[in-house]
């Protein structure tokens, strides 16, 4: 078995695949810093004690194993015996009226399956799982603060690659909106640079959807429209591609 990756070689795994926010990789290491804690805090409990067994409760399983041995060891009639019949039952098998085969009536168990049957089950450990909670959200947020001081983690870069990728098939304010969950804004510059292209980008992905083909009557137009909406290109930004397209 491969041993568990660590929390920061974890998150450096991420980063290197592509660019995450800050919010999306707290996120994602925050189930394994929770698993890595309450493992720690499960470790950290003193070994749990055993109730003291009383005279009786030692003496309880030798006198089951010792009943059931004496049981199936005493001589004595066929309808006295375990599993044999001397009236109408079927001695060949071990069946009861009723019965279903296999299955083990009480006096059929084992001395070893009577024993553990008896026995008292160790008790849990109680783990305090709001304290294991607080300190493994301590530790990723100990740990984000280390990869942006490193400069492995950047918002800035996230941001950048997450408008390249959206660029070409959204509009403003869907990419707005996008970043916004991470907790993420453009800044002016990159915001000016969407405005100036998204007339551009809308035209593109108009033409792509709709073939660059003007629409034939209203209702076409209407879905066009939702369409391009629902892209997140503005609807002033709509009208002048599709006003351009019926010239």
Known sequence: MKPALSLKARALAMLARREHSRAELRRKLMP??????LAAAVQAQPPAEAPAATASDAAGPAQASSFLSDLHRSPGPASARPGVFSSGGRSSTGLRRGGRAGAKTPVE?????????????APLPIVDTAAAWAQAES????LLDWLQAQRYLSEQRF???????RAGRFGNLRIRQE????????DAE?????????????????ARKFGAEPP?????RARQMRFLAGRGFS?????????ASED
């Open 216 to 220: 034939a009557d209203a209702a076409a």
């Open 190 to 206: 990159a915001t000016q640079r969407l405005r100036d292209t998204e007339l551009e980008r809308c035209r593109a992905v108009w």
């Open 139 to 142: 530790a990723v947020e100990e």
């Open 32 to 37: 394994h810093a929770r698993a890595a804690a």
């Open 159 to 165: 941001a950048e690659s997450r408008v390249h990728a």
């Open 109 to 121: 168990l084992d001395a070893g399956e009577e024993a553990e049957a008896l026995g008292t089950p």
């Open 235 to 243: 609807a002033d930004v709509i009208r002048r591609v599709l006003q």
């Open 179 to 186: 970043l916004a969950q991470h907790g993420v804004a453009l």
